[in-house]
């Protein structure tokens, strides 16, 4: 049923392709549009299983008001997923995200997946498709297998370890706890929804990063973590 209905939604999209003014990209500008990719997380890691990172381009010499939305090919009980697009990190239950204006010819991100396996092992199967809000047919996907397993290989998002942002809401200091290994520095980049940065901080060895939440409007923000120059994780902050 499953390879049935990934070949119904290929001959579908196959030729939205033609019509292509969209691409999505890795954060190393390896192109994935059209493809289908795998990803493996450590079934322990139930939170944030797998978290994967990429961006979006606009090939066209307009701008395009993009939408992001998700579809279940084949999805393990009790699991969850959600994805990050237009200065939103989404629910579960949201298929669909707002619009972002993604300029002719310029690129976007973050566009984020993440995947929680909820201690279950096995693979779970989504199809992303980021489209022009104007016009549909003009649109562009992915498929990607996330499978969770015991004692999975570790990627680059477990060589470093930096705890989830806290108080979260908060209203006077954020903090992050990290313990980096012999060499690593950590950047942390805090954005408003508007994409704009408004804090940020190297640091290495160990210990806490104090975000001064105060100075800020209220609202929601995103922390942005890259480790030797790697994007590797993006959390969201709310400020009272």
């Given at each position: 049923m499953k390879k049935n209905y990934l070949?119904?939604?290929?001959?579908?999209?196959?030729?939205?392709?033609?019509?292509?003014?969209?691409?999505?990209?890795?954060?190393?500008?390896?192109?994935?549009?059209?493809t289908e990719?795998?990803?493996?997380?450590?079934?322990?890691?139930?939170?944030?299983?797998?978290?994967?990172?990429?961006?979006?381009k606009n090939n066209s010499s307009s701008n395009i008001d993009v939408t992001v939305k998700k579809h279940y090919i084949s999805i393990l009980p009790e699991t969850s997923n959600d994805f990050c697009w237009a200065g939103q990190c989404l629910p579960p239950s949201t298929m669909q995200s707002n619009i972002l204006i993604v300029p002719a010819g310029t690129t976007e991100e973050p566009f984020d997946i993440h995947y929680h396996c909820q201690g279950i092992e096995g693979t779970s199967t989504v199809q992303?498709?980021?489209?022009?809000?104007?016009?549909?047919?003009?649109?562009?996907?992915?498929?990607?297998?996330?499978?969770?397993e015991v004692n999975a290989i570790e990627n680059v998002n477990r060589t470093v370890?930096?705890?989830?942002?806290?108080?979260?809401?908060?209203?006077?200091?954020?903090?992050?706890?990290?313990n980096l290994?012999?060499?690593?520095k950590l950047q942390c980049d805090v954005y408003d929804i508007l994409g704009k940065l408004v804090y940020n901080e190297s640091v290495s060895g160990q210990g806490a990063i104090e975000i001064p939440v105060r100075k800020l409007p209220q609202g929601t923000y995103f922390c942005r973590l890259i480790l030797d120059g790697k994007l590797v994780e993006t959390q969201k902050l709310m400020i009272q």
């Open positions: 070949v119904l939604l290929s001959l579908i999209f196959a030729g939205m392709l033609n019509a292509q003014s969209l691409q999505i990209l890795t954060l190393n500008d390896v192109d994935v549009s059209g990719q795998n990803y493996t997380g450590d079934i322990e890691e139930n939170i944030n299983t797998i978290i994967e990172h990429f961006k979006i992303y498709v980021a489209f022009d809000k104007s016009n549909p047919n003009d649109s562009v996907y992915f498929t990607v297998n996330f499978t969770a370890l930096v705890s989830n942002v806290y108080p979260n809401p908060a209203n006077n200091i954020a903090k992050l706890d990290f290994q012999a060499n690593q």
